[in-house]
């Protein structure tokens, strides 16, 4: 099948800043794709890219096997069968939900649009709200509508821009299932920026994490929670704390104790702890530093012989407490991973 999107050594400058240095990715139909990273990283030039708001200054972007930009072509956003929801959700406020929804199918024959606004407004469980304005709606619902206009012409790709950002918290994670429900239903592929790692991981079946302008690693949410590319990705997408790590007889071994992760060929390596792998106990050499309850767990911070910090997820109503002696362990069955440390962060 052909890919939704390829993009080729895609690169683009404001003045001094690259936004975009050399953007290699290919999205396949049917995928949700998450990309992250640090405010200014870029996540939005590229979808501007994409989207043919901006022109890229080298590269190639093709969506749906059609060559959209390159150095000979560039085709206007109309014609990209791009479709782009926004975190303001952008809606015509003067125009009714029905109106809304069917913007972009102005020039098909009546009876056609209005039967795909239809389809559309059913799929998003808004039939009821066809004559509404979008200010007589909750958030949700008008990113609801969002989301229908933008696959009503049937897009290849469609974009989200931060979408459930501006939608207060407990409102966020109802909102974030019902779209991408629709949008898996739809089967409809889809980049999604966001700067939430939960919303990342949660998702999409392959994340991208950038960073200044490049792409530090793509992945399944496994892989770049699991086995990160380098100490960015490892600290961008969770907790982490890092220990380094001995080799003796090919059997790898950090303050923690053994690792079972085999050791790999780098001389200087750490090891990387996520707060579920680490283990406390009453009594020993390292000192309980911090106690922060968190409702669902209470995150500890425990200082080690060394001086070295690690954090460790507790169950809620532990009795550890700031000044106790404690030991810190490898929890049973983590397999964390190891870095070589030399590719710093
Ligand atoms: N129109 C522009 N003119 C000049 N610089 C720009 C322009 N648009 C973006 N930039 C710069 O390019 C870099 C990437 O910006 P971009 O908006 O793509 O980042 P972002 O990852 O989406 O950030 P955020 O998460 O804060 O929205 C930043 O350094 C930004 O200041």
């Not at 913007?103 to 009876?111: C, E, I, N, V, Y």
């Not at 821009?161 to 966020?172: A, G, I, N, Q, V």
């Not at 390596?269 to 009594?283: A, I, K, N, W, Y």
Request: one cysteine or more; a neutral charge; proline letters at 6%.
């Amino acid at each position: 099948m052909t890919d939704a999107l390829v993009l080729s050594a895609v690169a683009k400058s404001y003045g001094a800043t690259l936004a975009a240095d050399g953007l290699d990715l290919r999205v396949g139909t049917g995928e949700v794709v998450a990309v992250i990273g640090p405010s200014g990283c870029g996540k939005s030039t590229l979808l501007r890219l994409i989207a043919g708001l901006e022109r890229p200054d080298a590269g190639s972007i093709t969506v749906a096997g059609q060559v959209v930009a390159d150095a000979s072509t560039f085709t206007h956003p109309e014609r990209r069968r791009v479709g782009l929801v926004f975190q303001d959700h952008a809606l015509f406020p003067h125009l009714t939900v029905a109106r809304n929804v069917g913007f972009g199918l102005r020039g098909r024959a009546r009876g056609e649009r209005r039967a795909r606004v239809a389809e559309l407004l059913e799929r998003v469980h808004l039939t009821q709200r066809a004559g509404r304005h979008p200010h007589q709606l909750s958030g949700g619902e008008q990113q609801r509508v969002a989301l229908a206009r933008a696959l009503a012409p049937d897009p290849a790709l469609v974009l989200f821009d931060e979408p459930f950002s501006s939608l207060d918290e407990h409102l966020r994670g109802r909102v974030r299932g019902e779209i991408m429900g629709t949008v898996r239903a739809s089967g409809a592929t889809a980049i999604v920026v966001t700067h939430d790692q939960d919303e990342a991981l949660s998702i999409a079946d392959r994340v991208v994490v950038m960073r200044a302008g490049r792409i530090e690693q793509v992945g399944s949410p496994q892989e770049v929670f699991e086995a990160p590319a380098n100490r960015f990705v490892a600290t961008f997408m969770g907790d982490a704390d890092f220990l380094p790590v001995t080799v003796r007889d090919g059997v790898a071994s950090c303050e923690l104790g053994e690792l079972p992760t085999p050791a790999g060929a780098p001389a200087s390596q750490d090891v990387v702890l996520r707060p579920h792998e680490v283990t406390v106990s009453p009594g020993g050499p390292a000192e309980v530093v911090g106690v922060e309850y968190h409702g669902a767990f209470t995150l500890a911070t425990v200082q080690l012989a060394s001086g070295a910090r690690v954090r460790s997820w507790l169950p809620p109503h532990t009795a550890h407490r700031v000044g106790e002696r404690v030991s810190a362990g490898l929890a049973p069955g983590a397999r964390p991973v190891l870095l070589d440390a030399a590719t710093g962060d």
